[in-house]
């Protein structure tokens, strides 16, 4: 994180995090960057390393690295973590932040503005679009059963696997399995083994073949680090997040968000991928059909699902690009 400081804050619930955070700029723009699963803060480096002047707020959020790894589900309810994110911005004395987020990272970023309006001044969303809370109880299986019959297959099938009691213990026992898994190279390698039910834990515990890596995966520092990461930390604590998701614990914290919360207007970039068969833009339909996003812009790029590691310096551009155009008074 180069020059950043390295800080650690006990939020008012009680969970301590870890996040990296640099000395205020001539910028009156404050970035917050939040990252998904299985990442951590450090899957911005290539990108916060070349926007250095605005001031950088990048934690690793609930479940990961130094912070706090509850596997309570209720612990990761939006309106928690989005409460622990403003507690990290009261204790650096910001106002305003830009909220970015990838993946589950995405999630939170988008809540963020949802529950604490008055915070966020614009969103940068990579991957996963803005998405308006389940209208009821959530059902993955028929959920996958829709996604089927309209889009020819279960996208989130591996959430199926990522619910389940052995999920954790498999992943960690195949940490280089499953890298290769989140980062292999071959055309349609996502939708064959993630979108499809079964299919992941298949090729973790009984397929013998190992794949090509996309380029930016065969960098050692990065392979080891996730190794040592995850025999170190495990898994419970991250898959929670799917967990929560699947199970009533999201739902029944956004039930009190209503239709001023979920109106965005704020400056809002979507950033789609080619290549990621999962995070698609059309999911934004309901939001755009209720008239919810009043200034949005759309960019895609190519690129699979992990973007800030395959493509940093084009989504760093992006993100100038759009400060640029969108703040320019500040």
């Not at 910001?94 to 987020?101: L, Y």
């Not at 190279?185 to 973790?204: I, Q």
């Amino acid at each position: 994180m180069g020059s950043l400081q390295h800080k650690t804050h006990k939020t008012s619930r009680g969970f301590t995090y870890t996040y990296y955070v640099s000395n205020p700029t001539d910028s009156k723009i404050t970035l917050l960057f939040q990252h998904g699963f299985p990442d951590d803060a450090h899957l911005w480096d290539k990108i916060v390393s070349k926007l250095t002047e605005f001031r950088l707020v990048v934690p690793d959020l609930l479940g990961y690295s130094g912070t706090s790894k509850p596997t309570d589900l209720t612990a990761y309810s939006s309106a928690g973590l989005t409460q622990d994110l403003v507690d990290i911005l009261d204790a650096e004395g910001i106002d305003k932040v830009i909220s970015i987020g990838h993946d589950w990272g995405s999630f939170v970023a988008q809540r963020l503005y949802n529950y604490h309006q008055d915070r966020v001044e614009g969103l940068i969303l990579l991957n996963v679009p803005y998405m308006l809370p389940p209208e009821s109880p959530p059902n993955l299986k028929q959920t996958n059963d829709y996604l089927e019959k309209v889009m020819g297959a279960p996208l989130l099938g591996y959430q199926e696997f990522f619910i389940t009691d052995e999920a954790p213990i498999v992943l960690k026992e195949h940490l280089d399995r499953f890298y290769q898994a989140i980062h292999g190279a071959p055309v349609g390698w996502t939708k064959e083994w993630w979108c499809a039910r079964d299919k992941l834990r298949k090729w973790l515990l009984e397929e013998k073949q190992e794949v090509e890596l996309l380029s930016y995966a065969q960098d050692p520092e990065l392979k080891r680090a996730f190794i040592e990461r995850f025999q170190r930390d495990g898994f419970e604590a991250p898959l929670c997040y799917y967990k929560a998701s699947s199970s009533n614990v999201q739902y029944d914290s956004e039930k009190a968000l209503g239709h001023d919360s979920l109106a965005v207007r704020v400056p809002l970039l979507y950033i789609s991928c080619t290549h990621d068969p999962i995070c698609r833009g059309e999911f934004m339909a309901p939001a755009k059909e209720k008239g919810l996003l009043h200034d949005l812009e759309e960019v895609t790029i190519d690129s699979r699902h992990w973007s800030p590691l395959e493509k940093p310096d084009e989504i760093a551009v992006l993100i100038r690009s759009f400060l640029e155009k969108r703040f320019a008074s500040k």
